[in-house]
């Protein structure tokens, strides 16, 4: 048995750490490689889902920057010139999410979480059904 195989389901934390100076240490033969290959995935995941997430913020505030300024406020423009900003780091930083916004269904996706965000912010139910 590896050392301390089981910490991965008790503190992941801890087995990160442990993996880590395995792999430092040149042990490879002790590491959890399947946890390994796991962990890895899951952290393409996370990478797409934020900003999967920040696209749809993005679209939301967008939609919401279309309201008569009396009723939406001037922070719509801050707030989607960040959004743009932390979309844009993002991409610079793992560039292979650029290859969802050519994805329809990705798209589709992001598109519905989008409305249903600035219609539950906005009272609003007048918004496009796909995007334009």
């Known amino acids: 048995m590896r050392a301390n195989q089981n910490s991965y389901d008790n503190d ?24 390994i290959a796991d962990e890895i995935e899951d952290v393409g995941k996370s990478e797409q889902r934020e900003f999967d997430r920040r696209v749809a913020a993005l679209v939301a505030h967008l939609f919401k920057w279309q309201i008569p300024p009396e ?10 010139g960040y959004q743009r900003d932390a979309i844009a780091r993002r991409l ?41």
């Open 12 to 35: 992941v934390i801890a087995w990160a750490n442990e993996q880590a100076r395995l792999l430092r240490a040149g042990r490879f033969d002790a590491l959890d490689i399947e946890h």
């Open 71 to 80: 009723q939406s406020g001037k922070v719509w423009g801050v707030i989607i």
């Open 92 to 132: 610079k930083r793992t560039p292979s999410l650029k290859a969802s916004l050519n994805d329809r269904e990705w798209l589709a996706g992001v598109w519905c979480d989008a409305v249903s965000q600035a219609a539950q912010e906005t009272g609003l139910g007048d918004f496009p059904e796909s995007c334009p």
